[in-house]
């Protein structure tokens, strides 16, 4: 059945109706950092650079839950959360090219950049130093992906490759682009060792990217029972990580790269997974945990050892579409659980408070298709 009507907010990009037949759009949204809500709304006029997509697929991230609970900094309610979207477009601005009505698109965490900054200009859009990051995310400002409709520039909105299964593409927007990027720019040895740290969302994805890339790959995890699994992903061996970290000091010096998926911030974890790497070897730092959290080494492993140490965000249009290609050549899968649209908080639930296989998607056209046909 229909979604039921959320009184006493509104958006002013948004605006919430009154009426779900008039509405142009239902979203779930965080009312507040502890409300989540359906929400009936109407978009503003499409912009001539812009398309209107109808979600097919959405993607749960925790990124999301981080910004919807304000564990990222304050928010202007209500959110429309969501950056893995996948989806049909039903509208094209008038200065559109290279999209038409009926297009599978995706839409990943970025929305726009300035494309004239130095950043910019080098292929690095995802870090323009230009535009607001309230105009350059997805969502905050703006809606997201938890809605049946989405609206945005074509910039930032991408062909999905003929033959991908759709259900399983939306967390390669993110997760994908997380991982796979810095990993094609970083590691550059060839049969190099590469190091895994933590295998869920984004590191079983790793995984099968490292072996993609002809790398020997280890997978670190502290679940006895992913062994097996891990395995099958691509990877060589897997290090089972006790408390104590003793398993890791066996070995010391192994590894020509580590990506760490996790938001670890003791010191002592940090040092032991260090302590795994070769002299000259490279951390690739990919988790982020609470806003408020730091991360700390020892100055002395950092120079003496020579490491070099580097963080890496979600992809640029550029990476974003290599990812796609690559991801879709390789056949390279991600572990998904499904939801439906009206089960949404169960979704939300499973993230939040579950151990999800390993990321959960909302399929949002079987509702769509009966409660808003117009659309």
């Known amino acids: 059945m229909a979604l039921k009507q959320t ?25 507040n950092k502890s409300e989540f809500v359906p929400y009936y709304f109407k978009f503003q006029p499409i912009g001539e650079g812009e398309i209107r997509a109808k979600i ?20 202007h309610f209500p959110v429309c959360a969501g950056h893995e979207v996948i989806g049909e477009i039903t509208l094209v601005g008038s200065a559109v090219k290279d999209f038409k009505v009926g297009d599978i698109v995706g839409i990943g965490p970025f929305r726009s950049a300035c494309f004239g900054c130095e950043q910019c200009k080098e292929g690095n859009d995802n870090i323009c130093c230009k535009l607001p990051g309230s105009e350059r995310f997805l ?34 927007l993110c997760a994908g682009c997380t991982v796979y990027p810095p990993m094609k720019r970083h590691i550059t040895k060839k049969d190099a060792t590469v190091g895994i740290i933590g295998i869920g969302g984004l590191g079983h994805l790793a995984v099968q990217y490292g072996k993609a890339m002809g790398c020997h790959v280890t997978g670190f995890t502290t679940s006895v029972d992913k062994v097996d699994y891990i395995k ?20 010391g010096g192994k590894f020509d790269y580590l990506l760490n998926t996790l938001p670890v911030t003791d010191t002592n974890i940090i040092e032991a997974y260090l302590g795994t790497l070769k002299n000259g070897g490279t951390l690739i730092q990919v988790g982020i945990p609470d806003v408020k959290d730091n991360f700390s080494m020892s100055f002395f492993t950092l120079v003496a050892r020579q490491l070099t140490v580097v963080g890496s965000i979600v992809s640029s249009v550029q990476d974003t579409k290599e990812t796609l ?4 050549k390789h056949g390279i899968k991600v572990a998904v659980e499904e939801f439906s649209f009206a089960d949404f908080p169960k979704a939300l639930d499973r993230l939040e408070n579950g151990r999800p296989q390993f990321r959960c998607v909302v399929n949002v056209k079987d509702y769509t298709n009966q409660f808003l046909k117009q659309q």
């Open 232 to 251: 099958k992903l691509g990877a060589e061996e897997v290090i089972v990580v006790d408390k104590e970290q003793k398993e890791l000091a066996k070995h």
């Open 325 to 328: 290609e690559f991801t879709n």
């Open 56 to 75: 097919l697929y959405t993607g749960l991230c925790h990124s999301d839950s981080m910004t919807g609970r304000e564990h990222w900094g304050p928010c």
């Open 139 to 172: 969502y905050g400002k703006y809606f997201g992906g938890y809605a049946s409709h989405i609206q945005q520039p074509a910039s930032h909105t991408f062909h999905i490759p003929q033959g991908m299964d759709l259900a399983n593409v939306p967390p390669v």
């Open 7 to 31: 009184p006493e907010i509104t958006h002013q990009l948004y605006p919430r109706v009154e009426d779900p037949k008039d509405a142009d759009a239902v979203a779930w949204v965080f009312k």
